[in-house]
């Protein structure tokens, strides 16, 4: 049954309240990371991943043999 935290505290029986382990506390936080870990790379696409990669590594390419000096972050006109 679920019980605010109010009246966790107001309870006055010491069998009533949960007191995790330091063990037991690490634990669901290492659980709670890799759902969170989970959750960031679903929403990733591995293929969008990869061929953002490789068409900015064939501009860089480009840029090069061009003979462009400015890096390609300082550009700033289209």
Same mark, same amino acid.
């Given at each position: 049954m679920f019980? &605010? @935290?109010?009246s966790l505290f107001e309870n =006055?029986?010491?069998? &009533?309240l949960i007191i /995790? &382990?330091? =063990?037991e506390v690490n634990k669901t936080e290492s659980? /709670?990371?890799n759902k969170i870990? +989970? +959750?960031k790379n679903k929403g990733t696409v591995k293929n969008t991943v =990869? @061929?953002?990669r490789n068409w900015v590594t064939q501009l860089e390419i480009?840029? =090069? /043999?061009q003979g462009y000096d400015t890096p390609i972050e300082m550009i700033t006109d289209i």
């Open positions: 019980q &605010s @935290a109010r =006055k029986e010491p069998d &009533s /995790l &382990s330091n =063990k659980e /709670l990371q870990e +989970y +959750y =990869k @061929a953002t480009f840029h =090069k /043999l």
